[in-house]
């Protein structure tokens, strides 16, 4: 059976209990990582186009792992659960957390397998990114190999949806802990509605609920999407904010403008930082709004996780919200 779930009775009220069980970790992070190689073209490349890059890095990426450092940046206690590839990209992937101070006790070098890699392409113009990817086979961890007593150690599980029976087990075995699931999830597909009955906050894109619903209005796409189970369910519009559902109410959150220069972490710290006021003892709308802070930010700067900002940042560009006291 379902655990219940409190509802907040006012748009200010905490979304989650005043009183959490004791935990090893604030947040457990499940999901794949990725090598980037992140290159910034003067203006979009048109068909067949061909251009010097104005810039090029290659860096740790992967929402739930970039996710999981802005946590830790921001002191809280993270782990990180998922595949790690045999080769160079692998070794930078698990440096990177554990240099960051995020506890990876809970993953599983593939041997013989290489790591994920993405290709990501940042207009100049108008900060925009494309992404191609690639995963080699035998990279996703199988439910058999789920770390357990890790993924049930923390007062929050962030998932993605890439491997979806896997991340059904994990979901599970978080909600029967009593911990508090967010959902990182890119594209629909047949279990999905069945991952979402085991989450409390699905943040997606604003093309995500119309694919997976089949509504083309987006608030109905929304509803509907929460009816399945979660109490909050948000589409992030980019430059035009945050439209989200919690516990039947629709909320919006504006974004705050800022010249952008690189959107690639802006997701990952939408989750991270969302995730980050809920734990705090929040409602809602505040940590959405809070999130559109540490978004905005985070296209400031070239490149997935150089870009996160820093937490005294984004509480001083959510201070100068003067809506925020009413939230």
């Known amino acids: 059976m379902r655990p219940t779930r409190s509802r907040s009775s006012s748009p200010a009220a905490p979304f989650l209990p005043a009183v959490t069980r004791p935990a090893r970790f604030d947040v457990v992070g499940f999901g794949f990582n990725t090598v980037d190689h992140i290159g910034l073209t003067p203006r979009p490349l048109g068909s067949d186009g061909k251009r010097r890059l104005d810039a090029y890095c290659m860096l740790p990426g992967g929402q739930v792992p970039t996710a999981l450092v802005a946590l ?30 995020v506890d990876c006790r809970g993953a599983r070098q593939r041997h013989g397998v290489g790591s994920q890699t993405s290709i990501i392409l940042v207009d100049a113009v108008r900060g925009e990114r494309s992404i191609g990817w690639q995963r080699p086979d035998g990279l996703a961890l199988r439910p058999d190999e789920l770390d357990r007593d890790v993924l049930t150690g923390g007062r929050a599980l962030l998932l993605d949806a890439d491997d979806i029976e896997t991340a059904l087990r994990a979901a599970q075995w978080a909600r029967a802990a009593g911990a508090l699931v967010m959902l990182d999830v890119d594209e629909p597909g047949p279990r999905t509605d069945a991952l979402l009955a085991l989450t409390d906050v699905a943040i997606v894109s604003d093309a995500f609920p119309p694919r997976h619903t089949g509504c083309a209005d987006l608030r109905l796409a929304l509803r509907r999407m929460a009816a399945v189970g979660p109490r909050l369910v948000a589409a992030t519009l980019g430059a ?72 005294n940042a984004v509480e001083a560009l959510f201070a100068s919200d003067p809506g925020r006291a009413r939230r």
Not at 72 to 101: E, F, K, M
């Open 240 to 311: 035009g904010g945050a439209l989200a559902i919690v516990d039947g109410d629709f909320h919006y959150a504006p974004a705050f403008p800022v010249a952008a220069v690189d959107t690639t972490s802006a997701g990952d710290c939408f989750h991270a930082a969302c995730l980050f006021g809920l734990l705090r003892g929040w409602s809602a709308p505040r940590a959405l709004r809070f999130a559109a802070a540490a978004a905005a930010l985070a296209c400031t700067r070239f490149g997935g996780r150089p870009s996160i900002p820093s937490l």
């Open 72 to 101: 830790q940046r921001w002191g809280l206690r993270t782990a990180y659960v998922g595949p790690l590839g045999d080769d160079a990209g692998g070794a930078l992937q698990r440096q990177s957390l554990v240099d960051a101070g």
